[in-house]
């Protein structure tokens, strides 16, 4: 990490080295496609069209990436802390509570926009609430951030597993979710935004929780960028001795940044369970807080570069499932493959190919190395 | 007694663009101990580490007893015969004695039979050295001074006949040092050669038999420890920089605005850093502190800031007290007119990874003038920023520029911009010009004057005695963490000299 | 008494697969590098074992697959961690998924049975081991039962994981590599300044960890279950990444804790909602949450603080 690498132009660093990192990880993913005996040309050209061929397939692709973008968001804003949040897929699963609440209590008797309001908020509360343990134990007793996250998934799938059991299911009903919510309860698709591009949907659950996304991903470049408490949480990140002499205290901003990202993480709820199921069910974050890690690693924790990532990632989902029809050899898990070869390639090997670009272009050595994220809390 | 044990002949090593070891050569008789001094990053620990092994020197010759040697890693050090006790012990906290001084040397696979052999070996190096120390005692329960004799002991275990010490009493307390003396003296005398690293004056005169002189990373000069004094080490280490004297006028002081009693500082090991120092330094006045690095200075500079934690005395601040007991928040003595430019710029003045104008607020990013309501006010940032920019004329002139892209002399404007124009009672100063090319010493030096003139309270540290005595009304010279005298600002650099050799407390010491 | 024995019987059956792979953890967690990726490689080994063992037909193949599976994963982390010097813990993650994916996707493709293996049958599956005389002495009172019913009939995997206690406590504390192994997980510069390569010194410690899930791994799908199933580990790699903490990072207290947590996992499996005497119902989930929650307890520093060697996670550069 200290090793110093030659200073690259702002393009290459931001641009090229994640495009190259990429390619190398689907390259990889290729591979294995042409392992099981089948054309990585067939799969790909599949993938695309699967995601960004038609209407509804396009509605997919960004409902998915609608999920991504919020927990992609919270991994990023604790990664500007120097907090490795792996954590994101239970506060996800236990910000879920605060939709199903808010849903159950008023979606008989609210408008769908007012149960919206009140099921963010509960779904961000829960969130945090689920992150502050970790946090305050890292803040206040130095426990190592990255386990007590790991602990706290897997806590939170127990108390998610007797919660839909034993509380929630209604009685008489056999399978572990929530009764489903009246109209109040579920969030209408943005149908008519796509026709402004002369798309159908036709029937993808992509819904108003994209909007909230994308105002999620402006919130955290000015909460980052724009704010005191985002300047803070910047130097803490940056260099914990600088934060000291700026008189910041960093257990507050240790506290507060993971707060945040719990809550972002939290959001992420509203997507599967307002805007598609219209339920709670078992398992609905299924993976999507770690899809994160992979969208912040690639999107260089900047919303910038999140909002394409978790598009990207929503292609793979879409189009992935695009393939599994066509190419029944290549299920669905492809996609988890390729998260964990983008995670490889762009995150723990992220500097494997700067040498090599750094000859290219000549760049003399400079003294400082890149900024390199989460370093473990 | 003549024969040469070690032969150093043009070593060269750089580090990006640092020349740490410019052609330098160098020879070291059997038999003695021969001192390395120089002042902190004059590149005596990178010379002993290539002689180590630890790093590879980009050209250049070692001779071992005459023979000519490659050295490319410690193992090859150790199979020469060289020894070296880090400056940072190389210990493993957790581990025995035994352990650490068997790790690397342990003769075969399993440990049973190396750890009895590990044992008697042990006993005979007690016996023969007189270096006592319980082999199943436990790395991190042992005083500093026994975990040093612990890094001796693994070097004579694994045969070593030259012993490289890297600064080893920086970590030690007086009656600790003075042992270790005994114990090199002892050393010596069994014919072991011993090169001894250190940038105090007085070790390097009460000790050694030759002594060589480094500065910024060439060797300047070796002499007979018996045929030269203090002073002409002490104009080597330091040689004739170039200093323009800043035109200053008589000091015009007014009341007691920074105000230090009886403070008393320890180090995380709990070694006392600071002890009981008192200083007041009035408005419209500059107080160096002078002393060679490593005497407590920084360590007093960082507590009167808030960012170290006292273990007793008082600091007032424009009369009022100062809470030392670690609650005292650097933005709280911001607020109460103290400014502070310290020591560490890359890690503490500065955020590298932030663009200059975000770097030019750190630490005042609180005030009304940078905000609107929670957010950050930017064109005033930025605003502000340039007019800064322009007044202390830093290069390039580009406030939205990441500030690792500045020279050291232009990151150090940035901070001294960054606590002057706050407009100040009190500003305090550790090294305003380390690492700051000449042109920006001119500048900064006039710039501290200024803000003495405006009737300003300066405290000044830095370890550039020529620095000192350009700048101070008043100079406090410090010692093994006490101030041992003070001078005013026209005091002689040989009387200052001997106060920061510690020698002139020892004959204080002696009446 | 019947339901005392059956109890004992599928505890020790659980805690085996968290004891090889909390002991994995262990090399490689001492020699500092952190290793969150347990999970995946032994759930690579599991597959490659399963998938091998049908195709031979031979239980010794399919071990040796597994464990060629897992360290060429290890070898992965390794060269992230040490040469690359990249982030552990992403290292880890990445790993994770890699395994998730590929298991699935290669055994639908060679064999087709919904992400499975085929069933293993004869030699193609480890088989039980009767100790000497374990049905004569099944009649002793107390003793004899213990002995045929709890110690004698279980696989050779199950003896040879508890065994690797001993063996690893030996091996971390009374030979040279062990010595050296801890040394650089604690302070690599002492290992380095004393001539040991710190980056062949961790990679060996690496490799002694995919060994190791290797065989937890290949217990899985060839001695507790006859094939591979889709994610089959289901988190046991965390529970053993837990139990190394819970154990504080040292051998014969890891057995401790693989017991209790195999413990608590028979026990979820047993109660399913049945009462437990004096305490009453309590959930099933909050005894499969258990040693999630007492993980946490102990990194709180509530019930002795968990230190974790002190260059863990931190690559190894040079110091100026």
């Known amino acids: 990490m200290a090793t110093p690498y030659a200073k690259l132009p702002g393009w290459v660093e931001y641009v090229l080295i994640p495009l190259i990192n990429l390619i190398v990880a689907f390259a990889v993913a290729g591979l294995v496609v042409l392992l099981v005996g089948q054309s990585p040309i067939r799969a790909a050209t599949l993938l695309v069209d699967g995601a960004f061929g038609y209407g509804e397939g396009i509605g997919y692709t960004l409902y998915y990436a609608t999920t991504f973008i919020f927990t992609g ?17 239970g506060q996800a699963y236990i910000g879920g509570i605060g939709v199903a609440l808010a849903c159950l209590t008023f979606d008989t008797i609210l408008p769908w926009y007012l149960t919206f309001i009140v099921a963010t908020i509960g779904a961000a509360l829960f969130g945090a609430a689920w992150a502050f343990i970790p946090a305050y134990l890292r803040a206040k007793r130095g426990s190592h951030i990255v386990i007590t996250t790991i602990m706290f998934n897997f806590i939170a799938s127990s108390v998610m597993i007797y919660l839909l059991v034993e509380v929630m299911k209604p009685a008489g009903t056999m399978s572990p979710q ?15 935004l796509m026709a402004i591009f002369g798309l159908d949907i036709g029937g993808a659950p992509f819904n108003v929780s994209f909007l909230l996304a994308l105002a999620a991903a402006v919130f955290v470049w000015v909460l980052i960028w724009r704010t005191k408490l985002g300047y803070e949480i910047r130097t803490m990140g940056f260099s914990e001795k600088a934060a000291r002499y700026a008189g910041i205290k960093d257990s507050r901003i240790i506290i507060i940044a993971m707060l945040i990202s719990g809550a972002l993480a939290g959001m992420m709820a509203l997507n599967p369970i307002m805007g598609e199921q219209g339920r709670m069910q078992l398992d609905f974050v299924a993976g999507a807080g770690f899809v994160g890690i992979a969208v912040a690693l690639m999107g260089r924790s900047h919303p910038a570069g999140i909002i394409p990532a978790a598009i990207l990632f929503g292609m793979l989902y879409q189009g992935g499932a695009e393939i599994s029809f066509e190419m029944p050899e290549i ?16 995150g723990a090997l992220e500097n494997t190919f700067r040498p090599a670009i750094s000859r290219f272009f000549g760049a003399r050595a400079a003294k400082t190395p890149p900024v390199s994220v989460g370093s473990a809390g | 007694m003549n024969e040469t044990a070690i032969e150093l002949i043009g070593i060269n090593k750089r580090f990006g663009l640092v020349h740490a070891n410019k052609d330098i050569s160098l020879k070291v008789r059997k038999g003695t101990i021969h001192g390395i001094i120089g002042e902190n990053g004059a590149g005596k620990s990178t010379l002993m580490s290539i002689l180590y092994g630890f790093y590879e020197a980009d050209s250049g010759e070692i001779l071992v007893d005459g023979t000519k040697r490659k050295i490319t890693n410690p193992n090859e050090a150790i199979a020469a015969g060289i020894g070296m006790v880090h400056q940072h012990f190389m210990l493993v906290d957790n581990f025995t004695v035994l352990e650490n001084i068997m790790l690397g040397a342990e003769d075969s696979a399993i440990l049973n039979k190396g750890i009895a052999r590990a044992r008697a070996e042990l006993k005979r190096l007690e016996r023969d050295y007189a270096l006592e120390v319980d082999p199943d005692a436990v790395i991190e329960e042992l005083p500093v001074g026994l975990q040093q004799r612990v890094e001796i002991l693994k070097a004579l275990y694994r045969g070593a006949e030259i012993l490289i010490l890297d600064e080893p009493t920086g970590v030690l307390t007086p009656p600790e040092a003075d042992h270790l003396f005994r114990i090199l003296g002892q050393l010596k005398d069994q014919g072991k050669t011993i090169i001894f690293i250190t940038h105090k004056l007085r070790e390097i005169m009460a000790i050694t038999d030759e002594v060589s002189v480094m500065r910024q990373g060439e060797l300047v000069g070796t002499r007979q420890t018996a045929d030269t004094s203090v002073e002409e080490l002490a104009s080597l280490m330091v040689g004739r920089r170039v200093l323009l004297r800043v035109e200053k006028g008589p000091a015009n002081p007014g009341d007691v605005k920074l105000s230090v009693r009886n403070l008393t500082v320890k180090d995380s090991r709990g070694v ?3 002890d ?7 408005a419209g006045e500059i107080v160096g502190i002078a002393g060679v690095a490593g005497n407590g200075q920084s360590q007093l500079l960082e507590t009167i800031a808030g960012i170290r934690t006292a273990s007793g005395g008082e600091v007032y601040l424009n009369g009022k007290p100062v809470d030392i007991s670690g609650k005292a928040d650097p933005a709280e003595l911001r607020r109460r007119g103290l400014a502070h430019v310290p020591e560490d710029r890359h890690h503490m003045g500065l955020i590298l990874e932030f663009e200059e104008a975000e770097s030019a607020i750190l630490g005042y990013h609180d005030q009304p003038d940078y905000l609107n309501g929670v957010f950050l006010n930017v064109d005033a940032i930025r605003k502000d920023a340039e007019a800064k920019i322009k007044a202390y004329d830093i290069r390039p002139a580009n406030a939205r520029l990441k500030t690792a892209n500045f020279s050291g002399g232009n990151q150090q404007k940035v901070v001294l911009a960054r606590e002057i124009e706050q407009d100040p009672d009190v500003l305090i100063i550790g090294q305003p010009t380390r690492g700051v090319d000449v042109g920006a010493i001119e500048f900064i030096h006039k710039r501290i004057i200024e803000m003495r003139d405006a009737g300003k309270a300066v405290l000044l540290v830095s370890v550039e005695l020529d620095e000192i005595r350009a700048l101070s009304d008043r100079i406090l010279v410090m010692f093994a963490g006490r101030v041992v005298g003070e001078r005013d600002g026209e005091a002689g650099e040989d009387d ?8 002139e407390e020892d004959r204080e010491a002696a009446e | 008494m019947d339901i005392v024995v059956l109890t004992i019987e599928s505890t020790i059956r659980l805690s085996v697969p968290l004891l090889l792979a909390a002991l994995a953890g262990l090399f490689s967690e001492r020699s500092g590098i952190f290793d969150i990726g347990l999970e995946g490689k032994m759930l690579g080994a599991a597959f490659a074992g399963g998938a091998a063992a049908a195709v031979f037909s031979s239980a010794l193949m399919g071990l040796l697959a597994a464990l060629v599976v897992s360290v060429a994963l290890s070898l992965v982390h390794g060269y992230a961690s040490i040469t690359q010097r990249g982030n552990q813990i992403v290292s880890g993650v990445a790993i994770n998924f890699i395994a998730m994916g590929t298991t699935v996707i290669l055994g639908q493709a060679w064999f087709a049975q919904g992400g499975r293996t085929p ?7 480890f088989t039980t081991i009767d100790l000497p005389f374990a049905e004569a002495l099944a009649d002793v009172p107390v003793l004899g039962t213990i002995y045929s019913d709890i110690l004698s009939g279980h696989f050779w995997l199950t003896y040879f994981a508890f065994a690797m206690v001993p063996f690893a406590w030996w091996v971390l504390y009374r030979t040279r590599f062990g010595l050296r192994l801890r040394a650089v997980g604690e302070n690599p510069g002492a290992v380095d300044t004393a001539g040991i390569s710190v980056t062949w010194l961790r990679y060996r410690a690496v490799i002694c960890c995919g060994i190791l899930c290797g065989f937890a791994g290949a217990y899985l799908s060839m001695a507790l279950t006859a094939g591979f199933v889709k994610n089959m580990t289901a988190g046991k790699g965390y529970i053993a990444l837990a139990a190394l903490i819970f154990a504080k990072w040292r051998p014969v207290p890891i057995m401790y804790a693989c017991l209790l947590f195999g413990f608590l996992d028979a026990m979820g499996i047993r109660m399913q909602g049945q009462p437990l005497p004096i305490i009453g119902p309590v959930p099933v989930q909050f005894i499969q949450a258990l040693p999630y929650i007492l993980t946490v307890i102990l990194l709180a520093g509530f019930i002795g603080k968990a230190e974790p060697p002190k260059a863990g996670g931190v690559p190894y550069v040079k110091e100026r």
């Open chain 1, 73 to 89: 968001l919270a991994v990023a804003v604790a990664f500007h802390c120097k907090l490795f949040n792996i954590g994101g897929e």
């Open chain 2, 276 to 282: 009981n120092v008192s200083l007041d330094v009035r």
């Open chain 2, 272 to 274: 006392t850093v600071v």
């Open chain 1, 178 to 192: 929530t009764r489903t919510f009246g109209e109040g309860g579920q969030l209408p698709q943005l149908d008519w």
């Open chain 2, 496 to 503: 200052l000299g001997l106060l920061m050799a510690g020698i």
């Open chain 1, 331 to 346: 299920s669905r898990d492809m996609i988890v493959i390729i998260q964990g070869l983008v995670i490889l390639f762009a």
């Open chain 3, 119 to 125: 069933a293993l049958t004869g030699d193609a599956r």
